[in-house]
């Protein structure tokens, strides 16, 4: 058996090397980068943009348990079939298998244990785009692997001959501790099992069905509420099955398992369609080629090998999320938790859009403009479903999670792009209800949201005109999003010939101007009596009680995205906007208040790139005519905050924006203002860069006399013309084309 084991992986490991002639963008993708830190990724295994995403579970509770896996951890609870990548809050952790060998552990009632935790070697793990392994210390050895495709996940368990093979498959387990309101488990003969949960945590309704097929039959035992049932099928909220196979000197099990949020029949289609055999290496090498055709739609020249890494990994962490929810016959659970069938799009789920309308979507418009007018037409088909645009869809769940209304954000960049392919006036409809700061006609009952989450204030829009700090928590920095959404309004509007729905919001988006105190140079919280809120000190960030979220004065002061020349105007000019701008990066990097928000990380001086908030503030010295600064600043950014390493991410993942940030960043240039489609530079990191545009032509970037000294640029060409500015519009990039940076080490 392990001759055979042996002969097999030189033969996979020559296949590999022998199924293209192209370079293997996969060898620089470090799965492990953002599992230590407060990075929240997971090690495991997903296709781009994939509905499973099977990993191992080390922890299940506390801020770190995010993604199910932390660094440091040296026991693994099993093998989960969904996780979240670097959000903030915890979810999924679906249908466990925890492979055991040995006596299942039973007390005196013949119970069994909630959890086996199995200790494993550290220095076994191994993860690659599309492939997990790890060796087990159960105490006997027990080599792990996994791969997959889009639904179903792929286990192989390698036991020690001679020794009893066992997998327990858990319903209970959970990340964070979701309440099971229903939950079967079904053995439907001696080589396949099936089973459903529907669970209530921060999607308040998630549902999800498995079908699972195993290489070898087994004898099943099945638990309620760890207690033994002599039955084959269970319902209850506490169930379990240990699946026994015996021992033989050939000891290798696999079990591909399908899921689905639909029916026990969308699961086991989704898993006859997508694996038809048993073959473990063929479905591994399926998946290296899906990420390595993705991967190589960019291509970088120089830098260092962790540049490299660091790299493409942001490529890999980017293509994690949004997640395809619905089944390969098209079939989904919608966003008023019925079943459709999907005509003209694929339905996602997994939105965390108060993070990722900042860089993540504008990256996609440039990679993928196709999928990104796809995921528009999802959203306002949960529009059309739910009754308005979602703020953070988990599950087809209205979670509510963040602030702001970014999906019209994203919708507004797209048009603006020239990405078209949607309902424009339906758009604007949908924007339109979605904006309305009150609840008055929105399906607040809806099982699927939490009802606190959604504002309840109408003062906002019938009487005072601004947010008042007293009457509504996070109320400035709720305020500042809302004006620049309502700019997006006023700009999709306009362009739509709707001159009165225009006119409407764009004096709507000029409230930000309320919120600016010129004694103190800060966005300040206002009393519903108009009055400054007090005591202020803009270093204070308290999470449960202030105007500000995830941040403080220092870092929301900037968020004027939509009008930054109207903010240096406030703020007394040029110069002025300059000495503060300068402050931010220079004072002390200390946090106060006695709920401070862990999201403030990554801190240069009080300008934080562990959160969204402070994502653009870098390049805002381009806009005042010291672009130099915006070039030591970035550069100071990717060289300090992203790191190849466990604890190589500043903060929080959040679904791809820390990575998308890197990668626009490290290219050469960003977009301060997503809705207006230009971009503006930075110091490119790489010596050349070419995207592979999706209508087959080519954009290249090239940094001349580039080094680690040379970081300020001498001049930029864009396609021929050399430019007098540090801006340049999506027009002239998304046709192909060729961006010079001349360097220096002098600014």
Request: aromatic share 14%; glycine share 8%.
């Amino acid at each position: 058996m392990r001759y055979l084991h042996i002969l097999t992986i030189i033969v996979f490991g020559f296949l590999l090397s022998c199924s293209s002639d192209k370079p293997d963008f996969t060898k620089w993708v470090n799965p492990f980068i953002g599992t230590g830190g407060h990075g929240h990724t997971f090690p495991g295994v997903s296709l781009p943009y994939g509905m499973v995403q099977l990993s191992p579970d080390t922890r299940t509770l506390g801020w770190d348990a995010c993604g199910g896996y932390y660094q440091s951890d040296n026991s693994i609870l099993g093998f989960s079939h969904t996780h979240l990548s670097g959000t903030g809050i915890g979810d999924y952790g679906d249908i466990l298998f925890t492979p055991y060998s040995g006596n299942i552990a039973f007390n005196d009632t013949a119970k069994l244990n909630d959890y086996y935790p199995s200790f494993f070697n550290k220095n076994s793990e191994k993860a690659n785009p599309g492939y997990y392994k790890v060796v087990l210390c159960d105490p006997d050895t027990i080599i792990a692997e996994l791969t997959g495709t889009t639904r179903t996940g792929f286990h192989r368990y390698n036991f020690q001959p001679g020794k009893s093979a066992k997998i327990i498959v858990d319903l209970k387990h959970a990340i964070y501790e979701q309440k099971i309101l229903q939950s079967e488990l079904k053995i439907i003969n001696d080589h396949e099992l099936c089973g459903m949960r529907l669970t209530e945590g921060w999607a308040k309704r998630q549902y999800v069905y498995f079908h699972a097929k195993f290489s070898k039959p087994f004898k099943a035992k099945l638990f309620a509420n760890n207690q033994v049932q002599n039955v084959s099928q269970l319902s209850g909220n506490h169930l379990k099955v240990l699946l026994d196979f015996g021992q033989s000197n050939t000891n290798e099990v696999l079990a591909k398992v399908g899921i689905s949020a639909v029916d026990y029949e969308g699961a086991r289609k989704n898993l006859e369609t997508e694996i038809a055999d048993f073959d473990f290496d063929k479905t591994r090498l399926s998946a290296q080629k899906s990420w390595n055709k993705h991967l190589a739609k960019i291509e970088v020249e120089g830098g260092t090998d962790d540049q490299k890494t660091i790299f493409y990994t942001a490529m890999y962490h980017a293509a994690l999320q949004p997640n395809i929810y619905m089944d390969a016959d098209k079939r989904y659970r919608g966003q008023d938790l019925k079943i459709h069938t999907a005509s003209d799009f694929t339905n996602y789920t997994v939105f965390s859009l108060w993070d990722t309308f900042r860089a993540y979507h504008p990256y996609l418009t440039i990679l993928e403009p196709k999928r990104d007018a796809e995921m528009i037409r999802c959203l306002l088909k949960k529009y059309e479903q739910g009754g308005f645009l979602p703020k953070w869809d988990l599950a087809a769940n209205y979670t509510g999670t963040m602030i702001g209304d970014h999906s019209i954000s994203i919708i507004t960049d797209a048009w603006f792009k020239g990405i078209k392919d949607f309902d424009a006036q339906l758009a604007l409809k949908a924007m339109l209800r979605t904006t309305v700061y009150d609840t008055t006609g929105i399906i607040v009952h809806h099982p699927a949201i939490w009802e606190w989450l959604i504002p309840k204030s109408k003062l906002y829009n019938d009487s005072l005109g601004f947010v008042p700090c007293d009457k509504e928590v996070f109320a400035t920095s709720k305020a500042l999003e809302t004006a620049y959404n309502e700019w997006c309004i006023a700009k999709y509007a306009g362009n739509l010939k709707n001159l009165q729905v225009q006119q409407k919001f764009d004096a709507r988006a000029e409230r930000y101007k309320t919120y600016f105190d010129p004694v103190t140079g800060f966005m300040r919280g206002k009393t519903s009596d108009g009055k400054w809120q007090e005591p202020f000190n803009p270093y204070y960030s308290d999470h449960a009680n202030s105007p500000y979220i995830e941040g403080n004065a220092w870092q929301w002061l900037w968020f004027v995205p939509q009008d930054v020349n109207g903010l240096v105007n406030l703020m007394g000019g040029k110069e002025a906007f300059v000495t503060k701008l300068d402050s931010l990066f220079s004072v002390t990097s200390k946090v106060q208040g006695e709920n401070a928000s862990a999201d403030i990380s990554g801190l240069i001086g009080q300008y934080a790139h562990g959160n969204e908030p402070s994502h653009h503030i870098a390049y805002l010295y381009n806009y005042i005519g010291q672009p130099w600064k915006t070039q030591e600043k970035v550069d100071q950014i990717l060289q300090t905050m992203y790191k190849n390493s466990p604890d190589g991410l500043s903060g929080n993942e959040d679904c791809g924006q820390m990575s998308a940030w890197y990668l626009l960043s490290s290219i050469g240039f960003y977009q301060v203002c997503p809705g207006n489609p230009v971009y503006t530079i930075g110091r490119p990191l790489f010596d050349q860069v070419t995207i592979h545009l999706e209508n087959g032509k080519k954009l290249t970037i090239t940094a001349l006399n580039n080094s680690g000294d040379n970081k300020y640029v001498k001049s930029l060409t864009v396609n021929g013309i050399t430019r007098q500015s540090p801006f340049f519009e999506h027009s002239e990039i998304i046709n192909g084309g060729e961006i010079i940076f001349e360097m220096d080490k002098n600014h």
